[in-house]
Nanobody
Framework: QVQLVESGGGLVQAGGSLRLSCAAS????????MGWFRQAPGKEREFVAG????????HYLDSVKGRFTISRDNAKKTVYLQMSSLKPEDTAVYYC?????????????????????WGQGTQVTVSS
């Protein structure tokens, strides 16, 4: 069992930065690939970034490449999403999620059904 708790959301002006954190409980955090998703009002949940269990491979939504960076610290059982050059269209509730088992291809992390556990979400609002 893994419990995930996101933090770090808030209100920021366009062009600003935020760093989201996702703290995990449980002893097997390092066995999980991790992902960040977001959901804006009236829209479907959307993949943002994913990272494999060791942290050596990452995958991003095209629209956030070069602006967002996902990373993890297995010793701290935490995954991060550093967001820079934020845009109003980045406004959403951001969720982290954990996917157990080996991930053969990083594109699999784009799919919500690959994940076993989800956090409760943290609101990010970018003002223009």
């Amino acid at each position: 069992q893994v419990q995930l708790v996101e933090s770090g959301g808030g209100l920021v002006q366009a062009g600003g930065s935020l760093r989201l954190s996702c703290a995990a409980s449980g002893r097997t955090f390092s066995n999980y690939a991790m992902g960040w998703f977001r959901q804006a009002p009236g829209k479907e949940r959307e993949f943002v970034a994913g990272i494999n269990w060791k942290g050596g491979r990452t995958h991003y939504l095209d629209s956030v490449k070069g602006r967002f960076t996902i990373s993890r610290d297995n010793a701290k059982k935490t995954v991060y999403l550093q967001m820079s050059s934020l845009k109003p269209e980045d406004t959403a509730v951001y969720y982290c999620a954990a996917a157990q088992g080996p991930i053969a291809t990083m594109t699999r992390l784009e799919n919500t059904y690959e994940y076993d556990y989800w956090g409760q979400g943290t609101q990010v609002t970018v003002s223009s």
